[in-house]
């Protein structure tokens, strides 16, 4: 089955996650702040084909089922944390998200300008990392700001 982009992207607004995971290094690398994009989504078993067509079309994993509680339904949850995955689904959905797509705009800025590079100020990373986190709260915080918040700190 193939999703359209318009189909994916009123699905992932509604029920998508981008966010990112955030870490020290651990012992013997010099400790660091890392920040890694990722995207995730959960749903019951009427959606389960959908997390199977976006792992087949963007990579990433999909979990196995976890048993629902009480009146939960049974789960699984689709996630990606490789950059060219990331990169080629949000490409496609940016135009086309409502919710989501000043999130998506700034994850694309910083894998282009930022993701990987040696130098970057631990204060940038981190700012992405709460930027991202505010916009979750706030959809309609601009990613603009965002940016230039981030390039203020990588002078």
């Known amino acids: 089955m193939k999703l359209t982009p ?3 992207a009123g699905f992932f607004d509604g ?9 020290y290094a651990k012992p013997p690398y010099e400790k660091r702040f890392y920040v890694r994009p990722r995207i995730r989504l ?8 959908v997390l199977d067509e976006l792992k087949r079309e963007f990579g990433g994993h999909v979990s196995k089922e976890r048993q629902g509680r009480g009146n939960q339904s049974n789960s699984k949850s689709w996630e990606i944390l490789n950059k060219k995955g990331i990169i080629a689904m949000l490409e496609l959905l940016e135009p086309l998200l ?10 694309l800025w910083w894998f282009k300008h ?15 990392a709460e930027q991202l986190k505010l916009m979750k709260r706030d959809p309609q915080r ?7 918040q981030i390039e203020r700190l990588m002078r």
């Open 6 to 8: 318009e189909y994916l």
């Open 98 to 107: 409502v919710i989501k797509q000043e999130q998506a705009r700034l994850c």
């Open 42 to 49: 959960a749903q019951g078993p009427s959606g389960f084909m």
């Open 114 to 128: 930022c993701a990987g590079k040696n130098g970057l100020p631990e204060a940038a990373r981190k700012k992405f």
């Open 15 to 23: 029920e998508g996650c981008i966010d990112c995971q955030t870490m």
């Open 142 to 148: 601009l990613s603009g700001e965002a940016i230039a």
